[in-house]
């Protein structure tokens, strides 16, 4: 298995939600609606910025207040990494847009 693959499948790690142009509950919000989303793994040389098809059934945004930017947001989908199938999971606090998140690699 790839390195870096394993190093974020091993224990939870500090991830941002990474949106541009602006950092906010808001863009978030905007980018769940499209079903994709960028999530930063940030302990990694430069950060690892990853774009994750959202599993909708499988998220959760019950806790989330995207008016106010409180609560927080459970984040599943899947993506291809260094030629590894991973699932991302990630829980962001919307009012720092920070949380923590790890991958899980996905049988071939």
Request: with cysteine.
């Amino acid at each position: 298995m790839n390195e870096l693959v394993q190093r974020l499948s091993e224990g939870e790690h500090p991830v941002e939600a990474s949106l541009k142009p602006e950092k906010t509950a808001t863009a978030l919000k905007e980018s769940i609606d499209r079903g994709y989303v960028h999530i930063k793994f940030t302990n990694t040389k430069g950060g690892t910025d990853l774009g994750i098809k959202l599993d909708s059934k499988a998220s959760n945004f019950n806790e989330a207040d995207f008016d106010h930017q409180t609560g927080k947001v459970h984040l599943v989908g899947d993506l291809t990494l260094n030629y590894v199938k991973v699932r991302c999971i990630a829980d962001i606090d919307l009012a720092t847009l920070n949380g923590k998140g790890h991958l899980e690699p996905l049988e071939a």
